[in-house]
């Protein structure tokens, strides 16, 4: 759950390098949500706006966490775009973003894996 409330917190945040796991993790959860909120919706008879206002609220923290994992490959996140072609162009799109990430500092920013956890403790030269 911290991967996903990790990309809200960085709502809307272009820059920098997501990992593979951010990204995917943010994916199964966000689709987890999604799937629930439209058989509660089911359920109770409702017309579908749960989940039509769910997708809407994270539209931007999906395409901000796809710029940075694109940016992980040393991609633009303009790559996203690639996806609005029919069939292709998703595969395409899931291939890019299920790639290992440069290693080391590229363009787009620091490497993620070389970077320490959050909360970990520094470490100092004796």
Request: net charge positive.
């Amino acid at each position: 759950m911290d991967w996903y409330l990790g990309v809200l917190k960085k709502y809307a945040e272009f820059t920098g390098r997501a990992r593979r796991t951010e990204f995917w993790m943010f994916l199964l959860i966000s689709f987890g949500i999604s799937i629930a909120l439209n058989v509660l919706e089911m359920i109770v008879g409702g017309p579908g706006i749960l989940g039509m206002l769910y997708g809407l609220a994270v539209i931007v923290p999906s395409l901000a966490v796809g710029a940075r994992r694109l940016h992980d490959t040393n991609r633009s996140g303009w790559w996203q775009l690639i996806g609005l072609v029919p069939i292709v162009g998703l595969i395409v799109l899931i291939v890019f973003c299920a790639q290992e990430g440069n290693k080391g500092a590229n363009p787009f920013g620091a490497d993620p894996k070389a970077a320490p956890a959050p909360g970990a403790m520094p470490t100092t030269p004796a």
